[in-house]
């Protein structure tokens, strides 16, 4: 059964870099699979940050990407969010995810299938 | 503002039949694939349905879902009040290079 975890700080001053950690257990990450993040801003929706391949290949939602580095560690089995420069409205849940992607004639599928629990970050001076 | 747009909320009574919509355009829904996920109070959201109508295996096939053109529905039928839940659609948007999600509809199981 495949879990992932998110570990983090919980509490940040505006200017610093957020780092997230997200813990794959069952499931050897260098087999395959995209895995993501996804933040939702209390009392909000959701908002998808960025994914990453077992290979390394990075993709990242526009309106973040001159903040965001999405990284994998296959010798530990996790993947990791850096977002630098935070402030309050980087306030949100943090999810990472197992992403499932492919591509065919009728479009694009892009689907977070397995999700961790979430952690709470507060950007607060 | 999110890309996709759902109505805030719905309400039915239980064992009636619901439906939830989700509007786009041809550059996400029309021409990929759409998800949806259901988000029960305080816990992560949980994949409902992927490729516009297709259910993982654990869940029950009191939920559907359909896509015509620009716009996706999910209809939950039989609902129970364990579907008290916010549910999101989602899919990839080839216009922004992103995957975008509805904002949210609350659905009330009276």
């Known amino acids: 059964q495949v879990q992932l975890q998110e570990s983090g700080p919980g509490l940040m001053k505006p200017s610093e870099t957020l780092a997230l950690t997200c813990a794959v257990s069952?499931?050897?990450?260098?087999?395959?699979?995209?895995w993501g993040w996804i933040r939702q801003p209390p009392g909000k929706g959701l908002e998808w940050i960025g994914s990453?391949?077992?290979?390394?290949?990075?993709y990242y939602n526009p309106s973040l990407e001159s903040r965001v580095i999405v990284s994998v560690d296959t010798s530990k089995n996790q993947f990791s969010l850096n977002l630098r420069s935070v402030t309050a409205a980087d306030t949100a849940v943090y999810y990472c995810?197992?992403?499932?992607?492919?591509?065919?004639?009728?479009?694009?599928?892009?689907?977070?299938?397995?999700w961790g629990q979430g952690t709470m970050v507060t950007v607060s001076s | 503002q999110s890309v996709l747009t759902q109505p805030p909320s719905v309400s039915a009574a239980p064992g009636q039949k619901v439906t939830i919509s989700c509007s786009g355009s041809?550059?996400?829904?029309?021409?990929?694939?759409v998800s949806w996920y259901q988000q029960l109070p305080g816990t992560a959201p949980k994949l409902l349905i992927y490729?516009?109508?297709k259910r993982p295996s654990v869940i029950p096939d009191r939920f559907s879902g359909s896509k015509s053109g620009t716009s996706a529905t999910l209809g939950i039928s039989g609902l129970q009040t364990g579907d008290d839940a916010d549910y999101y659609c989602g899919t990839w948007d080839s216009s922004l290079s992103a995957v975008v999600f509805g904002g949210g509809t609350k659905l009330t199981v009276l």
């Open positions: 990453i391949h077992h290979r390394g290949n990075t």
């Open positions: 069952g499931y050897s990450i260098r087999s395959g699979y995209y």
């Open positions: 041809s550059s996400n829904i029309e021409n990929n694939y």
């Open positions: 490729d516009n109508n």
């Open positions: 995810a197992r992403r499932q992607y492919y591509y065919d004639r009728n479009g694009a599928s892009d689907v977070f299938d397995i």
